[in-house]
Each structure stands twice: as C-alpha cells, then as structure tokens.
C-alpha cells in the first residue's frame, strides 16, 4: 500500500502544476493597496485592459510631474502579470508635438480586434483649446497615435475625457464639454455623438445632452467625467465620475439601445462604495476610475482607481495612487488589504 502511495505521489509531482492547482486570475492574497505608485508622479484616470493569451494586464494612465517650473499631465501605460511587479514605461506621451502642455485621461477600448485609446490635450493653453484624440493598436505596445476625434461636435469648446462605445455597427462618443452659459463664465456638460466610424463625420444624439437619474427617480446635479461604456449582461452601462466629491458611479441605460435616443438618458445611478484606507484614500477615495467586468475569469468585477490623502501637491490634484477593489455584485466592494489583517 506505501508502495501505491509513493506512485501516486510521484506521477502527481510528475504533473504540469496547472493540472493540479489553477492558478488564480488576480492573486487578491499577495495585494495591498496602493498596487501602483511613482514617488515623484500623481497617477490617475487610469483604465486598464486583459490580454488572455499572454496573461498580461495593461494599465493606462494620467501623470502628472515636474517639467521644469511646471506640473504637466503625461499619457503613460505600463503591464503587469501580477498586480506587484510592474514594467518600466512602454510610452510616455507629452503633448508637445501638438502644441500642448501635455496630454491626459486615457480610455482603453477593444473594438473588433483592434485596441482604440482614447484621451485629450491639457492645460488649458492660452489659444489652443483641449480637444480629444485616439490611437489604435494591434497589440498594445506599439501604437498609431495622436487621431483628432470628434471635431465636429468638439471643436467650438474644451473637451475632455473621451470615452466610446460600439452597438449596432455605430459609435458613440462621450465627452466633457466646458463652455460659457448664459451669466456663467463656464459651465460642464456631458455630451453624446454618435457616427459609423472614429473619423466620423460625427453628429450629436438629438442635442447632444445626458440626463442622469438615481435609483430613486431624482434627477443627479453633479458634474459626471471620466467616462467609461461596458455591456454587462447584455445591457449597456455608464460608469463615471461624479462630483462633489470625486466618487464613482454606475448608471443604466434608459431604454433600448437599438434607440439612438436611449444613449441620452441614464438611470438607476448608484454609488460604488469604495472603502477608505488610511494613509492612501482618505482625501479622494476613489477618484477617475475604471470598471471591468471579469466575471468570465474569477467571478467578480474589478475597479482600477485614484486615491489621495492631500490635494496640494502637484498643482492642487495631490500625490494620486492607484488601488484595486473588486465585487460580485457591484454594491459590496473588497480591497486586497484586507487579506493583510488591515
């Protein structure tokens, strides 16, 4: 019987580890928020994509550091197998060469093969106004970049935060829209356009407005940016930013997306409770961030976000991090430090 023993103990030795234990998708058990920080950047706006077939998670983001006697805002992404050891930069896009200060807010789309990143000029440059632009990819790393997008509903006012969707063989563009309004020197408004294809020609939805309501019915007053489109089990979502303070929140979409119509009106908006951490989020909890949902792998849905506990440094935006939270529901969220007894 010892004999059958050590057999049994020898061919399983013997095995690929992969048929004697699964490796898990996301190891929450070796994180600890923040997963991403760069002493001298402020890091935030970030979204991030996975790539199956090499196991690597890709991460884009906003950063903000010292050039000069400036803060500017950078594009810059980075890749990961883990969530603990991260690569050097695979680009840092400064905006210059489109008469810039910098650059921010990437949003990482797949459509059809074909990865789309989204973002905007910044700094509000006296004569160049922000607009937005897109680059497209093959595999992640090497990109063809700095596409106007949207000029034809953008290009009167400042726009930012660029994000798409696709349905029915259309795109659909969101955005923040700053202009003047009535008395008011500047008022920010989410706007919706829509074409077949990124060079447009684009047109608004209807006016070009968005309505967002709570789950109660009652219509939200805040500012929403950030934005980021997903299906999530066959039904459309908006997922952005709302503000005061900076959280972030999930709508529904109105109605049948079949209905252009429908791409105006989003309901049932909650908020994703991010739980606080000393020492990281207790300023900005969970600021710009980034929902996937990768049911598909482990069961839970994953949240990539800004945290900060001061907003003074790096001209008032303060020293961003970023953390992971995940959920099976969208309503209870875990953070990996909890798994350290925090």
């Given at each position: 019987?010892?004999?059958?023993?050590?057999?049994?103990f020898l061919l399983l030795w013997m095995l690929p580890a992969g048929l004697c234990a699964q490796e898990p998708f996301i190891d929450w058990e070796r994180l600890q928020n923040p997963v991403y920080e760069v002493e001298d950047w402020s890091v935030k706006d970030a979204s991030m994509i996975y790539v199956e077939e090499s196991g690597l998670f890709y991460l884009f983001f906003s950063a903000f550091f010292h050039v000069g006697d400036r803060v500017n805002s950078h594009v810059v992404s980075v890749k990961t197998n883990d969530w603990i050891n991260f690569s050097d930069p695979l680009f840092i896009w400064k905006g210059a060469?489109?008469?810039?200060?910098?650059l921010c807010s990437p949003e990482i789309h797949q459509f059809e093969g074909t990865y789309v990143l989204t973002y905007n000029g910044w700094g509000d440059?006296?004569?160049k106004v922000n607009q937005l632009y897109y680059a497209?990819?093959?595999?992640?790393?090497?990109w063809d970049k700095h596409k106007p997008l949207g000029r034809e509903v953008?290009?009167?006012?400042?726009?930012?935060d660029a994000a798409l969707a696709y349905h029915q063989e259309t795109y659909f563009l969101y955005y923040k829209e700053s202009r003047p309004f009535g008395h008011l020197p500047r008022v920010d408004l989410t706007r919706v356009a829509y074409a077949s294809g990124l060079d447009g020609p684009w047109h608004f939805v209807y006016a070009?407005?968005?309505?967002?309501?709570?789950?109660?019915?009652?219509?939200?007053?805040?500012?929403?940016?950030?934005y980021r489109l997903l299906e999530i089990d066959g039904t459309w979502y908006m997922q952005n930013t709302g503000y005061w303070p900076h959280d972030p929140h999930l709508y529904k979409i109105g109605g049948d997306a079949d209905n252009k119509a429908w791409w105006t009106v989003w309901t049932d908006g909650i908020l994703l409770e991010i739980p606080v951490e000393e020492g990281f989020n207790t300023a900005h909890r969970a600021n710009a961030a980034h929902l996937q949902d990768w049911r598909e792998y482990d069961g839970y849905f994953y949240l990539l976000y800004a945290g900060n506990?001061?907003?003074e440094s790096f001209w008032t935006r303060g020293h961003n991090r970023l953390g992971l939270a995940r959920s099976i529901d969208l309503i209870?969220?875990?953070i990996p430090s909890v798994a350290w007894g925090y």
């Open positions: 019987m010892m004999l059958c023993k050590r057999k049994i060469e489109l008469g810039y200060h910098g440059k006296a004569g497209v990819s093959d595999d992640l790393e090497n953008t290009a009167k006012y400042r726009a930012i070009g407005y968005n309505q967002f309501t709570h789950q109660d019915r009652s219509l939200s007053n805040m500012i929403h940016e950030n506990t001061e907003n209870t969220w875990e």
